[in-house]
């Protein structure tokens, strides 16, 4: 099975700060790599895809890079609706493992 | 919107068994991979199972493997978790989640999940 391990596992931050997740495999999952957003009690949200591509409707603050074992996860400006916890999740390869989690909080 | 809602999760004694099930509405369920995601007290996100579009492949994680089964009824656009042998590590909330592709992918829907507790 693919490892997905996700740093920090939780990251402090202020409204504007440019935040950074990184998410590493245990073996190459090419781009196969999702990013999701989890608020406290709702269930998760789809912000990326195909490591880089944004889903239709997440603000553009958000970007996602990265390739082979290697991915990170950017917020440009946090806003306080940003405060949550984010995972990554693999996709290329049975069964399809989530990182973690990272808490992103004030 | 794609809609996905869970039903089925409740309070149920170890080694017992429970059927869950999510229904959708609004897209071709036929058309899409459906998956199984959990979420224990307190922990993170765990994929438990995928079932292809036409039902024909199931995939498990190696924590559920042999005791919980998934399928997928197409004419009534909804999927099931027969989850057997419960322990208290099965304990989490059920989401269902609409894959990306045919055969896998992404989750790009949902639901909001319904709860398992396993407990005498």
């Known amino acids: 099975d693919i490892q997905m391990t996700q740093s920090p596992s939780t990251l402090s931050a202020s409204v504007g700060d440019r935040v950074t997740v990184t998410c590493r495999a245990s073996?190459?999952?090419?781009?196969?790599l999702a990013w999701y957003v989890q608020k406290p009690g709702k269930a998760p949200k789809l912000l990326i895809f195909?490591?880089?591509n944004l889903e239709s409707g997440v603000p553009s603050r958000f970007s996602g890079s990265g390739s082979g074992t290697e991915f990170t996860l950017t917020i440009t400006s946090v806003q306080p609706d940003d405060f949550a916890t984010f995972y990554c999740?693999?996709?290329?390869?049975?069964?399809?493992?989530f990182g973690g989690g990272t808490k992103v909080e004030i | 919107d794609v809609q996905l809602v869970e039903s089925g999760g409740g309070l149920i004694q170890p080694g017992g068994s429970l059927r869950l099930s999510c229904a959708a509405s609004?897209?071709?369920?036929?058309?899409?991979?459906m998956s199984w995601v959990r979420q224990a007290p307190g922990k993170g996100l765990e994929w438990v199972s995928l079932?292809?579009?036409?039902?024909?492949?199931?995939y498990y994680a190696d924590s559920v493997k042999g005791r919980f089964t998934v399928s997928r009824d197409n004419t009534k656009s909804t999927l099931y978790l027969q989850m057997d042998s419960l322990t208290a590590d099965d304990t989490a909330i059920y989401y269902c989640?609409?894959?990306?592709?045919?055969?896998?992918?992404?989750?790009?829907?949902w639901g909001q999940g319904t709860p398992v507790t396993v407990s005498s």
């Open positions: 079932v292809t579009d036409s039902g024909r492949s199931t």
């Open positions: 195909k490591a880089s």
């Open positions: 073996q190459s999952i090419y781009n196969w």
């Open positions: 989640a609409k894959a990306s592709g045919a055969y896998g992918g992404y989750n790009d829907f």
């Open positions: 609004s897209v071709t369920f036929s058309g899409y991979a």
């Open positions: 999740q693999q996709y290329n390869s049975y069964p399809f493992t």
